[in-house]
Structure formats: C-alpha cells, structure tokens
C-alpha cells in the first residue's frame, strides 16, 4: 500500500509540475519577451487581434531588404520551427510560398501548421506585403516597412491584422502563436545575414 501511495504521490508531483511549466510558457509567450522584438503591441477586437512590433537590425537597409524577399528559405535559416519552406508561385513582385511550421508553446495537434502566403514586394518603398491563403486558423494580413537609422542599420516596422477563424485556442496562446511567428522570421534574417549562428538541421530518422 505504502509502495502504490508512493507511486501516486510522484505522479500527482510530476502532473503539477508539468502544469507549472507549461503555465510559466505560456505566460511568457503572452508577454511577447523574444528579444528579436524591440517593441510589441497587440490589441484583440471582437475575433480579430492588432499588432505592431518593431525590430532593429545591425545591418544595412539593402541587405535586410533583400533577406526579407526570400521566404522561402525559412527552413534553410529557422529549422527549430520552419520544416519545409518553397515556391509554388513567383510572378513579378508576388510570390507565393508554402511553409511547415511548427510552434512548441501551442497544444497538441496544433503545433504543427501548414500555411500559405502570398507575398508583394516595393522595392521603391521598402515595403512588402502578405496575406495568408486559405489558413484554417485565421486570416492574415501583414505589412513590413523598412526603415534606414543614422548608424546605417536598419528599423523594421511591422504590423499585422489576424482574424481568427476557429476559437479553439485560449487568448494567450494565440497572443503568444502571432509573436512566436513573428520572431521566426526576424530570427532566421539575422541568421541569413550572418548575425546570428544557424543551428545544424537533424534529420529525420
């Protein structure tokens, strides 16, 4: 009996330290802490979240312009979340690109997400824009403003609209999905652009 009480008390300790820690990451995918992100604000009206972020680059406007314009090789530079990355479609200033993603802070059978974008670059304005294509999640629609700084870096703007499609998931953790997603792709420019090491691809077995 002693043995059987024993047994249940380590399970019992093991359930509620696994709920601590998923707790503690979802509240700091709430707070939106990735340090790619030098200023966040979200805001959610009705089924649709706002957002705003800014991120700095050490780099000048023409190379982190450029590096933005490839998606596609999200997977080459962010293989920690992006599984698979490639054209469908490039005419002119659009292309079209499927992603793979995976996001580790959303539950099971959410983690994973197939998602294809529509990209429109500016070159003129340093600008670009996308919206998803039939996500089943939501409906996105996103906008990347690159700014020169008097250093000779660069500021990116950004600012997304997100209508979610599905309320399956609680509110910070779609807080948490769009920043994650976000930081993504700051993350895997500043691995292209050589500032940041990019991690070795496993593959799979």
């Known amino acids: 009996m002693k043995a059987i009480l024993g047994i249940v008390g380590v399970l019992i300790l093991a359930a ?5 820690i998923e707790y503690r ?13 030098a200023t966040s604000n979200m805001t959610k009206n009705g089924d649709t979240w706002n957002v705003a972020f800014t991120s700095k680059f050490d780099a000048p406007i023409d190379k ?17 979340n992006v599984m698979k990355s490639e054209i469908t479609k ?45 996500f089943k999640l939501a409906d996105i629609d996103s906008e990347y403003k690159f700014e020169p700084t008097a250093d000779g870096k660069t500021l990116l703007k950004f600012s997304q609209t997100s209508k979610q499609k599905q309320q399956l998931l609680v509110e910070s953790l779609q807080k948490g999905a769009l920043c994650e997603t976000y930081a993504t792709q700051v993350r895997a420019v ?9 991690p070795e691809k496993h593959e799979a077995s």
């Open 90 to 134: 490039d005419e002119g200033n659009t292309k079209i690109v499927d992603v793979i993603g995976k996001l580790d802070i959303l539950p099971p059978g959410f983690k994973v997400q197939n998602l294809r974008t529509q990209y429109t670059v500016y070159p003129a304005e340093h600008r670009i824009t996308s919206k998803s294509i039939d």
């Open 16 to 20: 509620l330290v696994y709920v601590f």
């Open 25 to 37: 990451t979802i509240q700091r995918a709430a707070a939106c802490p990735a340090k790619e992100i």
């Open 190 to 198: 500043n691995r292209a652009l050589g500032l940041a090491p990019t």
């Open 64 to 80: 982190v312009f450029d590096a933005f314009q490839h998606p596609e090789r999200a997977a080459e530079f962010a293989p920690e």
